[in-house]
Every structure is written in structure tokens, then in C-alpha cells.
């Protein structure tokens, strides 16, 4: 399968900082998520992002897959943030099987 | 609409018993995902339907692991026997395009 890697493995922030997780790929790819999965263990899609910029409130993502890899910036970062952020890809059909990272373990001080 | 259902949310059985997961997807979504998520391994996909078909169960690990979806709003994962090595938190997730929505996961103990 694909492989993915994820980076830091591990960030600790005072709240209102900002922060960016990153995602590296191995191959082409056309289905590219960031997940949230907060401390009581519920995952959460951030977004779908195979390619391009999207932005979601304080959350933004970046995707280049020419060059194989996701951005997911967090901005004014809050203790809510907390949690593990998984990249996800498959480079098949958009639609099917999600190869998952090890995840980004995020944590955020007030 | 209430989310991808899973139940039971924690399970504790004995090594040897029959253990049986149940997903109920969000209604009208035509994909159906169960992932496995452990320390070891993170998360991994064991199966997926599409229209209640089986698309893809390479992930299943072994001839102990069956899943069915005998319609559009419920689908089993059985593990039968169990071992301890099967402790983990099992996922349901759905889908209607690419977005997937994920359930709240059955944490499941072997002892």
C-alpha cells in the first residue's frame, strides 16, 4: 500500500498559537483527508483535500500533489484543538479505501 | 440525522467467545468502512461495501474475521473465535462521496 508520514509526531502548544502538521506520501494520489480525532477517541473529517487550498475557520489545508504532500495549518490554536490529526490517502478512486498515518498527537495548554 | 451508530461501545469477553459488532450507517450513504486502531498498527481499513457489497477485504486479518451488510442500514463484524490479540478500538465509517463519517467506535477487550 501507500505509505504515509506524518510530522511532528508530536507538538505542544500554549494556546493562541499557530501550528502546521505535515503529511508526505509515497505516491500519486486522488483521495486526501485530515482527520481529528479529539482525547474521548471520536473521529472527526477536517477535510477532503487532494489538491489546492481549502479553509475552514481557523483550520486551513494545503495540498501538493505534484510534490506529495498535505498542510493542515491551525491558527489561534485552542485547548479544544487537542487531539490527534490523521492524513489519510488512497490513489485510487476518491471514493473507497483510506490508507491512515501514524498521526500528529497535538496538544494545547492554556 | 444521528451519525454513524455503533454498538456495544465497550466489550470485554473471554479468549475463545464469539464477538459480534454492529454498524448502522447514516441513512441514504452507499459506502460502509470498518477500520481497526491499535498502538501497534494505528488504523487500518478491514473492509468496505459499496451498495452492500463487499468491495475490498484484504485488510481482514485472518479466517476469523467475518463482515456482512444484509442491507443498506446495518452491517456486522464478527470475530469468531476471539483472541487477545484482537483487542482494539473498532470503527464504522460511512460515506456517500469521499467524505467519510465516522462512528463512535466499540472498544473491544480479550482476556
Redesign the interface.
Known amino acids: 500500500g501507500i505509505q504515509v508520514e506524518q510530522s511532528p509526531p508530536d507538538l505542544i502548544l500554549q494556546e493562541g498559537a499557530n501550528s502546521t502538521l505535515r503529511c508526505n506520501f509515497s505516491d500519486s494520489v486522488n483521495?486526501l483527508?485530515w482527520?481529528h480525532q479529539n482525547p474521548w477517541?471520536?473521529?472527526?473529517?477536517l477535510f477532503?483535500i487532494p489538491s489546492g487550498t481549502k479553509q475552514n475557520g481557523r483550520l486551513s489545508a494545503t495540498t501538493v500533489a505534484t510534490e506529495r504532500y498535505s498542510l493542515l495549518y491551525i491558527s489561534s490554536s485552542q485547548t479544544t484543538d487537542s487531539g490527534v490529526y490523521?492524513c489519510?490517502v488512497d490513489r485510487g478512486s476518491?471514493?473507497?479505501?483510506?490508507?491512515?498515518?501514524?498521526?500528529t498527537q497535538l496538544t494545547v495548554w492554556p | 440525522d444521528a451519525g454513524v451508530i455503533q454498538s456495544p461501545r465497550h466489550e470485554v469477553t473471554e479468549m475463545g467467545q464469539e464477538v459480534t459488532l454492529r454498524c448502522k450507517p447514516i441513512s441514504g450513504h452507499d459506502y460502509l468502512f470498518w477500520y481497526r486502531q491499535t498502538m501497534m498498527r494505528g488504523l487500518e481499513l478491514l473492509i468496505y461495501f459499496n451498495n452492500n457489497v463487499p468491495i475490498d477485504d484484504s485488510g481482514m486479518p485472518e479466517d476469523r474475521f467475518s463482515a456482512k451488510m444484509p442491507n443498506a442500514s446495518f452491517s456486522t463484524l464478527k470475530i469468531q473465535p476471539s483472541e487477545p490479540r484482537d483487542s482494539a478500538v473498532y470503527f464504522c465509517a460511512s460515506s456517500l462521496r469521499e467524505t467519510q463519517y465516522f462512528g463512535p467506535g466499540t472498544r473491544l477487550l480479550v482476556l
Do not use: P
Open positions: 483521495n483527508q482527520f477517541g471520536q473521529l472527526i473529517n477532503y490523521f489519510a476518491t471514493l473507497g479505501r483510506l490508507y491512515f498515518g501514524r498521526g
